[in-house]
């Protein structure tokens, strides 16, 4: 007899349709569990932090922490600039260098320097960082520096050098900023990679390059930007302590507004660190602690909201409170939109003043454009050894298959790295039976469980009615694409002496989420800002479901197997790493590689898909097929599915492919265990 793992026993939970409109308990368990862990690392932002003492023995671990989470940690080699001007426009205050510099081989970065004319001596120096303003002319990018340029010409007319550049995504060479929100470049966060990283890095190689002019006091060096440029120049201000002032203008709010209120739907990838650590934002505000530091928001941006500001504004303050340093700490809200307004520049140029220049002078000229975009162009043609386009592609500095798995220091990355958003300890399971009963010679039953608090999943077990107590466990982990028709799964497992079990992880099956695909993008990027991904969190439902079976005395004691296809061949294979006592996993389309694999934060820093799977063997058996598409044996139908039949060794085999009618993943299982 042909033998087949029964599928999914999905028949036993249950469908919620497709429809957009409609709000699944999946999305509303999924909002009170963002709650739950927005507040969690809200309570503990900065609550260690008690005196002085406390934030000098901390501060150093900070910095570091957000190196490592902006990628930056260690920093790419400081390579020759290769700085070039490539042409100069003169005004009569000021001149204009359009020039580029290589912050590492490759990546390109495109400026206008603004010098002020008759300069007897070193200059104090603003670094200008760029919001997303496209300046795009008959097909040719000028870059958001050019969208800007009143910045650069005031600072210019005032007395100051100002540096303005572009950004990855809006310069003379477009490269991504936006991978996971709108290109589904998931494996970004396997990376630990962030376009926010790039954008730091950029800004450390622009005040390398600065600081080797003549023309500027390296001593009087501030930043500012808004918007997208808010968010670099508190990046840089945080990081690089040469800058001495800094004022970011609508570039932050808290993970209440991101998370919870839902700003992060209005920011692309660029806004946010990798946040293995759980920080809340006031965290990275407080780094720039005790130098001078203004906050510039309006009351009605939609995507900075006032609350939020004011929240972090609060806890920023104690710090420089504790320093001492009170008066060093500026708030300013003025009226108004998500807009570039002169009653945001004002301040800003106030602050400066009297940082830089150690004096308030009135501000008698306003911030307007003086060129043409053309006028401040850098490149006639993009240079052929750029990277700056592709750079997402070879930032992040990753693990190859060159050197043998350590287990202790993979096991230790996971733990702090990867599944650091993981609860410390497993609280009470809250184990309740929901249904029982028998039906053709199977006993069916349906168990639900808390995953961890505001997640609550079930799971289905199935077995002969007279089976008698240690079989073997067969532990199915689905996937959003598998079967939900439960006819012909009974007759299986009536005639086979195992214990079936199905679990639909969160977001799937009875957890599933409104299908509307930017719902789902937006619903996956939350859960990177609290530390997590949505992959990472379903391994520890794979793990509490491990739990709850070895609470039944039919599962207390008996061999468990694991059965994962596609995305659920990697979280039961990352499960395993970390339970006991499993003694087989069986895997179907096991990912090749960290594109193919689902999302696990920074993984791919240290390990391979084939290293962890190196590691799963050391500690258990595992029956690996590999999906084909050029299927061996005998054809026949089974309701939406086609069947291949044929030997493997000495094992009867089945390939089941979901035909025309139902489109999916194949699925293999090799039979001859039971």
Sequence with gaps: MKRLLPLLLCGLAVSLGHAAEL????????????????????????????????????????????HEMLGLDPLPERTPLQAT?????????????????????????????????????????????????????????????????????????????????????????SGIHHGTYRHGMWWWNSRGYSPAGVEAWNCIRALDYLTSLDVV???????????????????????DERIKVAAPVAGITDLQNHVVDGVVEGHCDCMYHVNTYGWDFAQVAALVAPRPLL??????????????????????RRIYELHGKKSSLGLVITPGGHGDSQELRVPAFNWFNKHLKGKSVLIDKPATKLFQPQQLKVFGNAPKDERTT????????????????????????????????????????????????????VRLAAYDFDSQPGIRLRMHVAHKADLPKGAPVHLQVLNDNQVEDIAGQLEFVAEHPGVYVALSPRGIGPTRLTQNQKHLTQTRRRFMLLGQTLPGQQVWDVRRCIRALRTLE???????????????????????????????????????????????LNI?????????????????????????????????????????????GDADCRVVTPNTAAPGRPWVWRARFW
């Excluded at 927005?38 to 910095?63: M, P, V």
């Excluded at 001596?121 to 303003?133: D, E, Q, S």
């Excluded at 001593?219 to 945080?238: K, M, P």
Aim: glycine share 8%.
């Design 23 to 66: 709000k699944t308990p999946g999305d509303r368990m999924f909002a009170e569990y963002f709650k739950i862990e927005t507040k969690r690392l809200a309570d503990s932002c900065l609550a260690e932090i008690e005196t002085l003492d406390d934030w000098n023995a901390k501060k150093d671990l900070y910095r570091k922490q957000l």
């Design 85 to 173: 001007v490539t042409g100069t426009v003169q005004h009569d205050e000021f001149e204009v260098r359009n020039l580029h510099f290589q912050s590492s081989p490759g990546l390109y970065v495109t400026g206008n320097l603004y010098v002020p004319k008759n300069l007897t001596a070193p200059a104090p120096t603003i670094l200008y960082v760029c919001g997303h303003g496209r300046v795009k002319i008959d097909g040719i990018d000028y870059g958001n520096k050019t969208h800007y340029q009143h910045h650069g010409a005031w600072f210019a007319r005032n007395g100051y050098v100002c540096l303005t550049i572009d950004t990855i995504q809006l310069g003379e060479l």
């Design 217 to 239: 006091d390296k001593n009087r060096l501030g930043v500012t930007g808004r918007s997208g440029g808010g968010a670099y120049s508190w990046w840089i201000a945080t990081l």
């Design 295 to 316: 906050i510039l928001n309006t009351d009605d941006d939609g995507i900075f909201p006032l609350d939020g500001v004011n929240r972090l504004f609060t806890k920023v």
């Design 390 to 441: 592709t750079i997402h592609d070879t930032f992040s500095r990753i693990a190859t298959d060159d050197a043998k798995a350590k287990r202790p220091e993979i096991m230790a990355d996971l733990r702090s790295k990867t599944f650091g958003g993981w609860p410390k300890r497993g609280d009470r399971l809250q184990l309740v039976k929901v249904s029982d009963t028998e039906r053709d010679g």
């Design 554 to 600: 039919r599962c207390a004691d008996a061999p468990l197997e694991l059965w994962g296809t596609g995305d659920s061949a990697s979280l039961v294979t990352l499960a395993s790493l970390f339970e006991k006592e499993i003694s087989r996993l069986n895997l179907s389309g096991y990912p090749a590689s960290d594109r193919e694999q689902p999302d696990f």
């Design 604 to 648: 791919s820093r240290f390990a391979t898909t084939a290293q962890l799977l190196d590691l799963a063997k050391r500690k258990t058996e595992v029956n690996a097929l590999d999906q084909t598409t050029n299927f061996p044996g005998e054809k026949s139908a089974w309701h939406n599915f086609d069947l291949y039949d044929f030997k493997l």
